[in-house]
């Protein structure tokens, strides 16, 4: 199941908190799923999801004073990929983590943010101060300093037109990265927040808008942890649906990915190809759920809608027509040597890093680590379906295209597979879910198209839910993305970033320092096509 | 492949002087029915009791409960209030008319252009 109550809860005093992790680790419990803040009245509770290979989950909880200031042991040294979720908790509940080596950098609020003010996620923090607070010091917003090295390079701007806005500092030497420093949320929407004043039944609209490509699988993760704070349980003719749009979401999302590797090597066709087979999966999802990108298919105990046997004829057919395209596109691609030269051996990595870093989805099976939630932890139709998880024996960018290129033609055949074995019932529940679930806390995993991803709901008994956590693939990748660009060259830093498939929108322009020079240089989008097609060159 | 050079140009510009646009107006008039769209919300009033059912789930607020009429409810003569969309808040999700227990609302399956469709129902446009 993926939906389930928070279980195998340990409680820990934060003197003792980092045996506890080391412990953890020791007993295979290594991924560090995220760290979760709830405000609980007089204190904080922070609450640490480690996750074994197998699927296990365990939870570490340590309270601290509901005060600013309030302070944890960092477990940085523990595991390493745990620097961002200690960041977040400390921005949006004030709780210090001593010792963390990323103290200094704001994340996911504004550097002008007061440390002393009250922290957006406690309960007495209104909208409208936080927001205030924001804009009143928002003109110091964008000023860049450069570091004591002097060579330092802003990569990506804040630029509300992007999608996804995200800052890199990148400290070089000459054309040769040094150290990267990321700074993310820029598009930070305090959806957390507006969660806890709507109704169950809204909130699987709101979260439908954490992202814009893989829309249904965070309504479908959401779904998932309130049916099961709900006890509500959805026909198996539901749990299929909402596979098959959950697999069509993967074969689309993988195809614009693989569509925009090619886009930044500066292979405009491939993105025209594989574009073009991504439009014929559209299709089919708006067969299926009645609109294309926010599907709004999934609801609490089952879907919104059915399909009937004409539609499902029709979607098979699509089906064949689409693998018939995606296989022919992916031997085009894949004989091209150009292509190859380009993406082979860069952005390396073992299974180890990506372990310590907890990197997660095809970024850490292509280091051969089968680490897949649909296999590990199955939910939907994934035990019925029988299904091998994809991996690779290599971790670089040509094998990232690989396997995602694989895993969408396996997508393809589990949606045909579906289509065929649909169990007949009925798939809409008889009423939507309107009522106030019983006070319960509960958790959901599932793997969207970029890995896995994280929903933890806390209901008080109230109509609305009283927390909603969510962690999504990209932020856990995003560290390990950022580490290994170390020793990386300018031109190969666009490759290696979309390695782990960001919404990626941040080279907008880039800006160097040379510190040799004592000059600076806007870099824009055009300038790293052409410095790639360059090394394009060179490789002939 | 249009030919090149400034001869090639110009007579690619007198060309296209004279020839009709490539593309075709849009008529709203006759517009084709989608049969997998979702559609939008259009009210039957006849059928509507006025319950706020599908105010109470609209996931964006699109909708705004408008005083059309009087109802009886035994002896007492109360407001009748019928649902107005807002197109332009309105987030397609059909949630409104899935809710609906009296099949008031029903989902138009066409694609419209907001700015030129008919002004929402229920109540002064918006």
């Known amino acids: 199941m993926g939906g389930r109550p928070l279980e195998n809860v340990v409680t820990v005093e934060p003197e003792g908190l980092r045996e506890a992790v080391e412990h953890q680790v020791k007993r295979g419990y290594g991924h560090l799923v995220t760290i979760t803040g709830v405000d609980a009245g007089e204190k904080i509770r922070v609450l640490y999801h480690l996750s074994s290979l197998s699927g296990d989950m365990t939870h570490l909880e340590v309270s601290v004073p509901k005060k600013v200031g309030a302070s944890l042991p960092t477990i940085a040294d523990v595991i390493p990929g745990s620097l961002f979720y200690e960041m977040e908790v400390r921005d949006l509940f004030g709780v210090r983590f001593e010792g963390n080596p990323w103290e200094a950098y704001r994340y996911p609020l504004p550097e002008t943010y007061p440390r002393d003010a009250t922290p957006p996620l406690w309960k007495e923090a209104e909208n409208e101060k936080v927001r205030?607070?924001?804009?009143?010091?928002?003109?110091?917003?964008?000023?860049i300093q450069t570091s004591a090295e002097g060579v330092s390079v802003p990569f990506g701007p804040y630029h509300p037109a992007?999608?996804?806005?995200?800052?890199?500092?990148?400290?070089?030497?000459?054309?040769?990265?040094?150290?990267?420093?990321?700074?993310?949320?820029?598009?930070?929407?305090?959806?957390?927040k507006i969660a806890?004043?709507?109704?169950?039944?809204?909130?699987?609209?709101?979260?439908?808008?954490?992202?814009?490509?893989?829309?249904?699988?965070?309504?479908?993760?959401?779904?998932?942890?309130?049916e099961s704070v709900a006890k509500v349980e959805p026909s198996r003719r539901a749990e299929w649906l909402r596979t098959l749009v959950a697999e069509l979401e993967r074969v689309h999302s993988h195809l614009l990915?693989?569509?925009?590797?090619?886009?930044?090597?500066?292979?405009?066709?491939?993105?025209?190809?594989?574009?073009?087979v991504r439009e014929k999966v559209m299709?089919?999802?708006?067969?299926?759920?009645?609109?294309?990108?926010?599907?709004?298919?999934?609801?609490?105990?089952?879907?919104?809608?059915?399909?009937?046997?004409?539609?499902?004829?029709?979607?098979k057919r699509a089906l064949r027509e689409i693998e018939k395209q995606a296989s022919d596109v992916m031997e085009r691609i894949l004989s091209f040597d150009l292509f190859i030269h380009r993406t082979r051996g860069f952005g390396e990595f073992d299974v180890e890093t990506a372990r310590r870093m907890c990197a997660v989805g095809p970024y850490r099976r292509i280091t051969g680590d089968p680490y897949d939630i649909r296999k590990v932890e199955p939910y939907g139709a994934y035990q019925e379906l029988g299904f091998e998880p994809i991996t690779e024996k290599r971790a670089d960018a040509y094998h990232s295209v690989l396997v995602r290129l694989k895993e969408t033609m396996q997508s393809i055949e589990m949606c045909r597979r579906i289509a065929?074995?649909?169990?007949?019932?009925?798939?809409?529940?008889?009423?939507?879910?309107?009522a106030s679930p019983q006070p319960g806390e509960a958790v959901a995993r599932t793997e969207a198209p970029r890995g896995e991803l994280f929903y933890f709901i806390k209901s008080a008994g109230k109509p609305t839910p009283d927390r909603v956590k969510v962690r999504t693939p990209s932020l856990a990748n995003m560290l390990l993305a950022a580490t290994l660009l170390r020793g990386a060259t300018l031109s190969d830093v666009p490759i290696i970033f979309t390695m782990i498939d960001p919404c990626f929108s941040c080279t907008d322009r880039v800006l160097v320092y040379d510190v040799r020079t004592r000059t600076a240089r806007m870099l824009r989008e055009e300038d790293f096509i052409k410095m790639s097609r360059k090394r394009w060159a060179s490789c002939e | 492949m249009p030919k090149r050079g400034a001869t090639g140009m110009l007579s690619e510009a007198l060309r296209r002087l004279v020839t009709e646009p490539i593309t075709e107006p849009y008529v709203v008039e006759d517009l084709e029915e989608q049969p997998h769209l979702r559609g939008r919300p259009l009210l039957i009033p006849e059928k509507c009791t006025g319950c706020r059912l599908c105010y109470m789930v609209c996931p964006s607020s699109a909708i705004t409960m408008v005083t059309v009429g009087t109802r009886r409810v035994g002896q007492r003569e109360v407001p009748l209030q019928h649902p107005r969309f807002d197109y332009f808040r309105c987030i397609y999700c059909g949630m409104c008319s899935y809710v609906c227990t009296f099949k008031a609302i029903e989902l138009e399956r066409k694609l419209v252009p907001l700015h030129v469709g008919p002004k929402p129902s229920g109540g002064e446009g918006a």
């Not at chain 1, 030497?173 to 957390?192: K, Q, S, W």
């Not at chain 1, 090619?262 to 292979?267: E, S, V």
């Open chain 1, 257 to 276: 990915w693989i569509g925009l590797v090619g886009y930044w090597m500066g292979f405009d066709t491939m993105f025209m190809w594989l574009w073009g």
């Open chain 1, 283 to 315: 299709d089919v999802l708006e067969i299926v759920c009645g609109n294309r990108v926010m599907k709004g298919f999934a609801t609490i105990g089952g879907t919104v809608r059915d399909v009937t046997d004409s539609q499902l004829e029709q979607v």
């Open chain 1, 196 to 226: 806890e004043r709507r109704t169950y039944l809204k909130n699987v609209y709101l979260f439908e808008r954490v992202c814009g490509i893989c829309s249904f699988i965070h309504t479908y993760t959401y779904v998932l942890a309130a």
């Open chain 1, 420 to 434: 065929e074995e649909l169990p007949a019932g009925a798939a809409v529940p008889q009423r939507f879910y309107m």
């Open chain 1, 162 to 192: 992007l999608k996804e806005p995200e800052h890199f500092r990148l400290i070089v030497d000459g054309e040769t990265v040094v150290d990267v420093i990321p700074r993310l949320g820029y598009v930070h929407r305090g959806i957390e």
């Open chain 1, 132 to 143: 205030e607070i924001i804009w009143r010091d928002g003109d110091a917003l964008g000023q």
